[in-house]
């Protein structure tokens, strides 16, 4: 069974630090994605990761993808309070409309 | 371009009752699907469909019907609602299934007493 493990699930950050979100799944994928949620909102797409290696930046945030470590991560650097969302990652394993997510990571940023 | 579209934003059911969430997109996207959203539980795949006429089950199917007859449209049927059936609910779509993400709609907030 596919599993997509996101941690922490939840995330308190001051201001100005840094931290990162990990995503494990358990079987081969070499795509991954990485999607923002506001609260009572829909989901917007972050990033898409198709290889080894890959790696995206979008401002403070970073994704990057190890398929070998079946794991990928999104960097948070100096965060500010408008990074305050629930950030989801997800899997397609078998190239179809397939879409397995994780549980998703709070994120709070305060002051 | 309005994207993906959900109706009803919010919706009442008593336990037993049958009701239909609407999802249309304008995109000419081939791939939709159907996700609940549960606290603590991400999103789960309910149905998708891979163009009109082809469906297939996701990870919880029990208790819903799809259909595609058309490129656009995607409905979801819940045949006879159920309290556990109380979620969010998230339609979504995609161009193909290469490289695409997907996009989401605004979600449907179903509530079943």
């Known amino acids: 069974e596919l599993k997509v493990e996101q941690n922490p699930l939840f995330l308190s950050m001051q201001e100005e630090k840094n931290y990162t979100i990990y995503c494990n799944y358990s079987t081969t994928s070499d795509r991954l994605y990485w999607y923002r949620q506001d609260p009572g909102k829909s989901l917007e797409s972050l990033f898409v990761?198709?290889?080894?290696?890959a790696v995206k930046q979008e401002g403070r945030l970073m994704a990057s993808l190890d398929t070998k470590a079946r794991l990928s991560t999104l960097h948070i650097t100096a965060a500010v309070h408008d990074l305050s969302a629930t950030y989801f990652c997800?899997?397609?394993?078998?190239?179809?409309?397939?879409?397995?997510f994780g549980a998703g990571t709070r994120l709070t940023v305060k002051p | 371009n309005a994207g993906v579209t959900q109706t009803p934003k919010f919706q009442v059911l008593k336990t037993g009752q049958s009701m239909t969430l609407q999802c249309a997109q304008d995109?000419?996207?081939?791939?939709m699907s159907w996700y609940r959203q549960d606290p603590g539980m991400g999103l789960r795949l309910i149905h998708y469909?891979?163009?009109?006429?082809?469906?297939d089950q996701g990870e919880v199917p029990n208790g819903y019907n799809v259909s595609r007859s058309t490129t656009e449209d995607f409905p979801l049927r819940l045949l006879s609602a159920a309290p556990s059936q109380t979620s969010v609910y998230f339609c979504?779509?995609?161009?193909?299934?290469?490289?695409?993400?997907?996009?989401f709609g605004q979600g449907t907030r179903l509530t079943v007493v």
């Open positions: 990761l198709l290889s080894n290696g």
């Open positions: 979504a779509s995609r161009y193909d299934r290469s490289v695409t993400e997907a996009f």
């Open positions: 995109m000419n996207h081939e791939y």
């Open positions: 997800a899997v397609d394993p078998s190239y179809n409309n397939d879409m397995r």
């Open positions: 469909s891979v163009g009109a006429g082809i469906t």
